[in-house]
C-alpha cells in the first residue's frame, strides 16, 4: 500500500505523488463513512452510551481523588503543627539537661571563641612591637616544699 517517494530532484514526480496518497487517504475516510452508515445508528448508539459510562467513570475517580487529595492536605497541616510542639518541648527539655550538669550553651562557647581570637590577636601585636632578643633557657624548678639536695660537699 505504500508507495516509494521520487528523488527529491524531480519535482513534478513528488507533486503526483502526494496528490496519489492525498486522494488514497479521501478514499479511506469515505470508504469508513459509508461503513459507520451501514451499521445504521445502533452502532453510534453504542459509542454514545460507552462514552458516557467512561465520562462517568471519570468524574468519579476525579471527585475521589480531590476528597483524597483535601483530606491528606488537612492531616498535614494537623501533624506538622504537632510535630513542631513536640520539636520545641524536646529541644527545651535537652537544653536544660545538658545546663543542669553543666555543659555551656552554643553561645556560651561561640562568645568564649571569639575572646580566644581577640587575645591571639593582642599577642600577635605584642610579639611585633617587643624587640627580638634572644630566648632565656629555662630551668626546671622543683615544686614549693620540695627540699633540694645538693650534691656535693655540703650534703
Do not use: H, N, Y
Not at 612591637?129 to 622543683?142: H, I, S
Amino acid at each position: 500500500m505504500t508507495k516509494k517517494l521520487p528523488a527529491p530532484d524531480d519535482d513534478e514526480a513528488l507533486a503526483l505523488a502526494v496528490r496519489d496518497s492525498a486522494q488514497q487517504i479521501w478514499q479511506a475516510g469515505l470508504g469508513a463513512f459509508a461503513k459507520a452508515q451501514e451499521e445504521g445508528g445502533s452502532s453510534f448508539t453504542r459509542l454514545v452510551r460507552d462514552g458516557s459510562a467512561l465520562q462517568k467513570r471519570a468524574r468519579e475517580v476525579e471527585e475521589a481523588t480531590g476528597t483524597v487529595a483535601r483530606a491528606a492536605e488537612r492531616a498535614s497541616r494537623r501533624s506538622s503543627g504537632s510535630w513542631g510542639k513536640l520539636e520545641q518541648v524536646f529541644e527545651e527539655r535537652v537544653a536544660r539537661a545538658l545546663a543542669t550538669i553543666g555543659v555551656p550553651a552554643a553561645s556560651e562557647v561561640e562568645a568564649l571563641r571569639r575572646r580566644v581570637d581577640e587575645l591571639e590577636k593582642m599577642l600577635a601585636d605584642l610579639a611585633t612591637r617587643l624587640p627580638a632578643a634572644a630566648p632565656k633557657p629555662r630551668t626546671r624548678r622543683p615544686p614549693k616544699g620540695t627540699i633540694v639536695q645538693e650534691d656535693g660537699e655540703g650534703a
